[in-house]
């Protein structure tokens, strides 16, 4: 049973472009993650955010920035998209941190910059 | 650098056989999770440690902070448990390395 929501799934764009990806979490969790999984298919951390504060701001390029407007939601916008932004983004929740708590993941955005 | 070895990267089981994949850790993680990476493309929760052994079913973890390492073991494994499996370990606070995925194929 899916509980983060993400959207959009896929979305094409063209470099220099702004894209903007929602996600949603109906299970009260206190914390939200933004996550890019490369080409290589490994999973790294973006962002988090717990009741509205940034916690964790890993050295992503500034053209990426969480926006937040209530815990329940995370959305991540990228000012002006590169070809090396190509990857799947993925939403998780966390009930607390991570070190005691389960993370939970939306299913994903896939983006392709042409 | 990579605090977490996953392996191994790719492995093809018989159903009704079983095997072992493991995460080797390069420093003293608090705690563990298992997902398995459905077909529509889903991380889904197997298994949350901070330590010992945990049984769901067909499907077995251990973690061992000192030791550095977490294994997850799969037993009589049917066609449903192809996917690709992930651990991910917490290194403290809100921050968590994945490993870098074991593609399982369960043949007939």
């Known amino acids: 049973e899916t509980a983060v929501f993400q959207t959009p799934n896929y979305h094409v764009t063209q470099v220099g472009n702004e894209v903007s990806f929602n996600c949603k979490q109906t299970l009260g969790h206190d914390t939200m993650y933004w996550y890019k999984q490369d080409s290589k298919k490994l999973l790294k951390i973006m962002f988090s955010?717990?009741?509205?504060?940034?916690?964790v701001n890993e050295t992503v390029p500034r053209r990426f920035s969480p926006q937040s407007s209530d815990k329940a939601h995370l959305n991540l916008r990228i000012k002006s998209v590169e070809p090396e932004d190509s990857a799947v983004y993925l939403c998780?929740?966390?009930?607390?941190?991570?070190?005691?708590?389960?993370?939970?993941f939306g299913h994903g955005t896939k983006l392709s910059v042409l | 650098g990579d605090q977490v070895e996953q392996s191994p990267s790719a492995l093809s089981l018989h159903e009704g056989t079983g095997s072992a994949l493991r995460c080797n850790f390069t420093t003293t993680m608090r705690a563990v999770q298992w997902f398995r990476k459905n077909s529509r493309g889903s991380l889904i929760n197997l298994f949350y440690?901070?330590?010992g052994t945990k049984e769901n079913g067909r499907l077995k973890s251990a973690f061992d902070s000192k030791e550095r390492y977490s294994t997850l073991h799969i037993r009589d494994a049917q066609l449903e448990d192809s996917g690709t499996y992930f651990c991910a370990a917490a290194t403290g606070g809100y921050k968590v390395v994945f490993g870098s995925g074991t593609r399982l194929l369960v043949s007939p």
């Open positions: 440690l901070a330590s």
């Open positions: 998780a929740s966390s009930s607390g941190t991570i070190s005691n708590e389960r993370l939970f």
């Open positions: 955010y717990n009741n509205k504060q940034l916690i």
